[in-house]
Nanobody, 126 residues
């Protein structure tokens, strides 16, 4: 059974940084897309960043380019999201997700990801 567990969320002032982690277990596929998504109250879930585990190809939402960095540590089966220069509009529940269907192009569409974590809250105050 695939399990994803996020951690690292918290409260920070605008301009600050946080690093989210996502520990993955039970995943037996040889390759995957892994992504970070977020959902603010009253808003739809949106893709933030994604990575292809084989060649580390990445993609980012325009709203976080230059501020967020997605990375992976295969030895630790862990996905990271380094978030710098945080803004109040980054406040949301952040989720990690993964999907083994890598024959298609990498996406930030939540419907393209099969396995999800429970989320970790990020709150940025002005």
């Amino acid at each position: 059974q695939v399990q994803l567990v996020e951690s690292g969320g918290g409260s920070v002032q605008a301009g600050g940084s946080l690093r989210l982690s996502c520990a993955v277990s039970g995943y037996t596929y040889s390759s995957a897309y892994m992504g970070w998504f977020r959902q603010a109250p009253g808003k739809e879930r949106e893709g933030v960043a994604a990575i292809y585990t084989i060649n580390r190809l990445t993609t980012y939402a325009d709203s976080v380019k230059g501020r967020f960095t997605i990375s992976q540590d295969n030895a630790k089966n862990t996905l990271y999201l380094q978030m710098n220069s945080l803004k109040p509009e980054d406040t949301a529940m952040y989720y990690c997700a993964t999907d083994p269907r890598t024959s298609r192009w990498i996406t930030l569409k939540s419907g393209d990801y099969q396995y999800w974590g429970q989320g970790t809250q990020v709150t940025v105050s002005s």
